[in-house]
């Protein structure tokens, strides 16, 4: 695939040829993650927090790419990662949420629109202070939305008894890894049922009052204080 739809043409030659060709690998790097959730500095970044915004979808490499945003800022006593994704990789959110676990990252969903969703929302549970407690919290106008996953089929192909078993297999194995993540991340496994309440093609929205019940802070964005379960 011709990277923009770029043709080469014989009157390139030599030195010519050679721009073209550095001008289009300096390019890759960012066709590829043109889809990847961005890291970039929040407005509450302060000398006490470091706070970090992160848009865009989740795709594979951005636990490590988190990893190195960090290693590149200087250490604060708190850092937070506001979120705001609809969703992508299943497996690398639940690597994000590893991250955050490991590092001790709170997670925040903004109001004014911002949600996080499906593969964002598996990450956005890993959410934990300095001392290894969970800390996730959501302003009372923010969406968390979980979904169960989805396999994709050809429609122009006819599928065998061991295609359905091996189907079987995979599913199996998909819900032991979310299973072995929420342990992983000290998380109630009661996070499943929340997940696959609704089918692949829908979004259970946790409301407010289930956030709270599950651990989930709220900011009640009209009296600017979090609410009490």
Same mark, same amino acid.
């Given at each position: 695939?011709?990277?923009?739809?770029?043709?080469?043409?014989?009157?390139?030659?030599?030195? #010519?040829?050679?721009?073209?060709?550095?001008?289009?690998?300096?390019?890759?790097?960012?066709?590829?993650?043109?889809?990847? $959730?961005?890291?970039?500095?929040?407005e509450n970044d302060s000398a006490?927090?470091?706070?970090?915004?992160?848009?865009?979808?989740?795709?594979?490499?951005?636990?490590?790419?988190?990893?190195?945003?960090?290693?590149?800022?200087?250490?604060?006593?708190?850092?937070?990662?506001?979120?705001?994704?609809?969703?992508?990789?299943?497996?690398?959110?639940?690597?994000?949420?590893?991250?955050?676990?490991?590092?001790?990252?709170?997670?925040?969903?903004?109001?004014?629109?911002?949600?996080?969703?499906?593969?964002?929302?598996?990450?956005?549970?890993?959410?934990?202070?300095?001392?290894?407690?969970?800390?996730?919290?959501?302003?009372?106008?923010?969406?968390?939305?979980?979904?169960?996953?989805?396999?994709?089929?050809?429609?122009?192909?006819?599928?065998?008894?061991?295609?359905?078993?091996?189907?079987?297999?995979?599913?199996?194995?998909?819900?032991?890894?979310?299973?072995?993540? $929420?342990?992983?991340?000290?998380?109630?496994?009661?996070? $499943?049922?929340?997940?696959?309440?609704?089918?692949?093609?829908?979004?259970?929205?946790?409301?407010?009052?289930?956030?709270?019940?599950?651990?989930?802070?709220?900011?009640?964005?009209? #009296?600017?204080?979090?609410?009490?379960?």
């Open positions: 695939m011709r990277p923009g739809g770029v043709v080469f043409r014989p009157a390139l030659r030599g030195r #010519s040829a050679l721009r073209v060709v550095l001008a289009l690998l300096a390019l890759l790097p960012a066709i590829q993650d043109v889809n990847a $959730l961005d890291f970039s500095g929040h006490s927090l470091l706070a970090v915004l992160a848009t865009g979808t989740v795709e594979k490499g951005d636990a490590d790419r988190f990893r190195a945003y960090l290693a590149q800022r200087p250490a604060r006593k708190r850092t937070a990662i506001y979120l705001n994704s609809p969703g992508g990789n299943l497996h690398e959110g639940m690597a994000l949420g590893r991250a955050f676990h490991e590092l001790g990252v709170r997670t925040v969903i903004e109001g004014n629109g911002a949600g996080c969703l499906s593969a964002c929302a598996l990450a956005f549970l890993g959410g934990r202070d300095g001392s290894g407690a969970p800390w996730r919290a959501k302003s009372s106008s923010s969406e968390l939305g979980f979904h169960s996953f989805r396999s994709r089929f050809p429609a122009d192909r006819t599928y065998s008894a061991n295609d359905m078993a091996a189907l079987e297999q995979r599913t199996q194995r998909t819900v032991l890894d979310v299973a072995d993540y $929420l342990r992983a991340i000290g998380t109630d496994l009661d996070f $499943l049922r929340i997940m696959f309440r609704a089918s692949a093609d829908e979004m259970n929205f946790v409301s407010n009052d289930e956030a709270l019940r599950i651990g989930i802070k709220v900011w009640d964005e009209k #009296s600017r204080r979090f609410l009490v379960p």
